[in-house]
T-cell receptor, first 116, second 112 residues
């Protein structure tokens, strides 16, 4: 089954304790992206990656890091989490538009993070 | 900054009626627009898309209209069903499709 998986689905942590949220897709997609979703603000893009070792900032990259060492994985790293990073996080993947003519993104189930 | 907005945060319709969800976008350089549906506890799911060289596209029970003159996007759902109850997001992508900007979302309630 074609899917995007995220782990963990729920996480409660304390300020300053480094954490990683994993994301994996099995569709051989070049493009992957991380979003955070907050009430009234919709989804805001954190980072995206066009392919292995190619990443770039989205609209809200502060406090986050990403890496793309393998095509299927795109982990989101919070080196020193703070309470304002409490949010619902989504990973997504897609083919690149030029190749497919469509760049609909496939989303994971989400990770709810609480930083106290 | 650039943003995609929605005119109505909540829409309530009777089962069987048609629904229209509106969206305004601000970046005239955007060339690709997408509607996503998000059900409770799930990630957004693609519904339909449209490129800037089109003004209308139809899918199964859904139609997207694009008016570039006023930077307006709408999603029409025909014969709305209880299963259509969800939050709907419009999104725009700049050329290349690397950056995607989402609107705040509209919650659709379908009354039986």
């Amino acid at each position: 089954e074609a899917q995007v998986t995220q782990n963990p689905r729920y996480l409660i942590t304390v300020t300053g304790k480094k954490l990683t949220v994993t994301c994996s897709q099995n569709m051989n997609h070049e493009y992957m992206s991380w979003y955070r979703q907050d009430p009234g603000l919709g989804l805001r893009q954190i980072y995206y990656s066009m392919n292995v070792e190619v990443t770039d900032k989205g609209d809200v990259p502060e406090g986050y890091k990403v890496s793309r060492k393998e095509k299927r994985n795109f982990p989101l790293i919070l080196e020193s989490p703070s309470p304002n990073q409490t949010s619902l996080y989504f990973c997504a993947s897609s083919l690149l538009g030029a190749a497919s003519g469509s760049i609909e993104q496939y989303f994971g189930p989400g990770t709810r993070l609480t930083v106290t | 900054g650039e943003s995609v907005g929605l005119h109505l945060p909540t829409l309530s319709v009777q089962e069987g009626d048609n629904s229209i969800i509106n969206c305004a976008y601000s970046n005239s350089a955007s060339d690709y627009f997408i509607w996503y549906k998000q059900e409770s506890g799930k990630g957004p799911q693609f519904i339909i898309d449209i490129r800037s060289n089109m003004d209308k596209r139809q899918g199964q029970r859904v139609t997207v209209l694009l008016n570039k003159t006023v930077k307006h996007l709408s999603l029409q759902i025909a014969a709305t069903q209880p299963g259509d109850s969800a939050v709907y997001f419009c999104a725009e992508s700049l050329p290349g499709g690397f950056k995607t900007i989402f609107g705040a979302g509209t919650r659709l309630f379908v009354k039986a």
